[in-house]
């Protein structure tokens, strides 16, 4: 059973519109991550979190926000959407300051028009 | 620059090949990590491995974590193989991963 998932799976969103992605994870790892996926570029890390509620920018944070309510979930927040922005994006959960093996979901396709 | 470079950036082998996949990266690591990333989009952790030699089946992981290199080694290749591999590494002092762009690799029947 996944431990880590994704919602949604895919998304078509307009330039300007307000766009969140879900994550959750029942790994009950401290440590969660935000990445995009972009040919050329490999993953990027967007924000992370240490538990629940922090939240702590990564290397391309612009344009993004990051919730985390509780241990389990962890959501990425575009409040005004680009075209720039469509990519795929991956959660992942982990134990310990990335030194432990991070466990990924399954991605979700954002389409940016 | 590009923290973690990976060669070669694609590799296509006959099955039952071994393959070598090189992993250098620039900053000092506490952590370093091969995944692979299915031709589906799903990535899985194959080892952790910030120094020395690990063995998973037919993987072989070697870190030589002062000359800021790592290689991973698949033996007797087979179809299933197929897909991108992944290195990344826990910059030391920071909470962040970066990864490397992969290695492309392609097993032939």
């Known amino acids: 059973e996944a431990a880590v998932t994704q919602s949604p799976r895919n998304k078509v969103a307009v330039t300007g519109g307000k766009v969140t992605l879900s994550c959750n994870q029942t790994n009950n790892h401290n440590n969660m991550y935000w990445y995009r996926q972009d040919t050329g570029h490999g993953l990027r890390l967007i924000h992370y979190?240490?538990?629940?509620?922090?939240?702590e920018k990564g290397d391309i944070p612009d344009g993004y926000k990051a919730s985390r309510p509780s241990q389990e979930n962890f959501s990425l927040i575009l409040e005004l959407a680009t075209p720039s922005q469509t990519s795929v994006y991956f959660c992942a959960s982990g134990d310990a300051r990335g030194r432990d093996t991070q466990y990924f979901g399954p991605g979700t396709r954002l389409l940016v028009l | 620059g590009q923290q973690v470079q990976q060669s070669p950036a694609s590799l296509v082998l006959q099955e039952g090949e071994n393959a070598e996949l090189q992993c250098n990266f620039s900053s000092t690591a506490t952590q370093l990590q091969w995944f692979y990333q299915s031709p589906g989009g799903s990535l899985v952790s194959l080892l952790s491995?910030?120094?020395g030699t690990k063995h998973t089946g037919r993987l072989t992981s070697t870190t030589v974590t002062k000359e800021r290199r790592s290689s991973l080694h698949i033996s007797s290749s087979q179809t299933t193989d197929s897909g991108t591999y992944l290195c990344?590494?826990?910059?030391?002092?920071?909470?962040?991963?970066?990864f490397g762009t992969g290695t492309r690799l392609q097993v032939l029947p």
């Open positions: 979190s240490y538990g629940a509620g922090s939240t």
């Open positions: 491995n910030p120094s």
């Open positions: 990344a590494i826990d910059r030391s002092n920071t909470n962040k991963v970066v």
